[in-house]
């Protein structure tokens, strides 16, 4: 419906300017200070960060009443892993957010949406785009291993942090005689990332495949 197409294309112009900025951010900050910017880019950054992964979270409420053509499970794993990494790993620990690995992984995160949410935001007005679809279906098979690497990395980089300071690791007491050491609870999370990567990929090929494949570039969206 119209109405529906008008709300997708204002979600994903909000999306567009709030990641533009970012990006836009980063690299003036790289070319103006070199090195430098990079240790400080999570305190530059990171509440427009947040509000844009928060934001993602209705995309799952999207595909959940019909408006976005997309998987359901292959989009929940993403925005889920960026809500884990970005939430409970970088933003707990304020000694992980001054390292490179989260200019690396915010740089990879906001060229895939600035990329995504252009396709998307036009997409949305019937327009699609040869160079655009073929960047968008094609960038992210390229880009989305190299992030959750970064992930894995900023997440091994943590654990000295966790294992120091005991953040979110609980200790009940008599009689439950239970608890839970979060640096564990990391450690198997690097396995389903992983994991969640193959089934991904897997997705992302499929979905390029569908697109791409004959030639003809079909709706994502309806």
């Known amino acids: 419906s119209i109405t529906m197409n008008t709300y997708l294309f204002v979600y994903d112009l909000m999306q567009f300017c709030g990641h533009s900025w970012i990006f836009t951010n980063m690299i003036i900050r ?7 910017s ?3 880019t999570f305190y530059s950054i990171g509440l427009v960060m947040r509000l844009c992964q928060l934001l993602s979270v209705l995309e799952i409420l999207h595909i959940l009443i019909g408006i976005d053509k997309s ?6 794993l993403q925005i889920t892993e960026r809500i884990i990494v970005l939430f409970v790993v970088i933003n707990s620990q304020e000694e992980v957010q001054g ?16 990329v995504r949410y252009t396709y998307n935001m036009l997409a949305s007005t019937g327009i699609h785009y040869l160079p655009l679809t073929w960047l968008n279906f094609s960038l992210c098979i390229l880009l989305y291993p190299l992030s959750v690497l970064a992930k894995a990395f ?10 120091t300071f005991g953040t979110y690791s609980i200790k009940l007491p008599f009689p439950f005689a239970f608890s839970i ?42």
């Not at 390292?99 to 600035?114: A, Q």
């Not at 900023?154 to 294992?163: K, N, R, T």
């Open 30 to 36: 790289f070319m103006s200070f070199g090195k430098d």
């Open 38 to 40: 990079l240790a400080d």
């Open 71 to 76: 998987r359901l499970f292959p989009r929940f």
């Open 99 to 114: 390292k490179y690995v989260v200019c690396v992984l915010f740089f990879l995160w906001n060229l895939l949406d600035v």
């Open 154 to 163: 900023a997440i091994c980089v943590s654990l000295p942090y966790f294992e």
């Open 181 to 222: 050491y979060f640096p564990y609870v990391l450690k198997m999370y690097l396995l389903v990332l992983f994991i969640g990567m193959c089934f991904i990929i897997q997705n992302l090929f499929s979905e390029r495949k569908a697109h791409l494949g004959t030639g003809n570039i079909k709706k994502k969206r309806s």
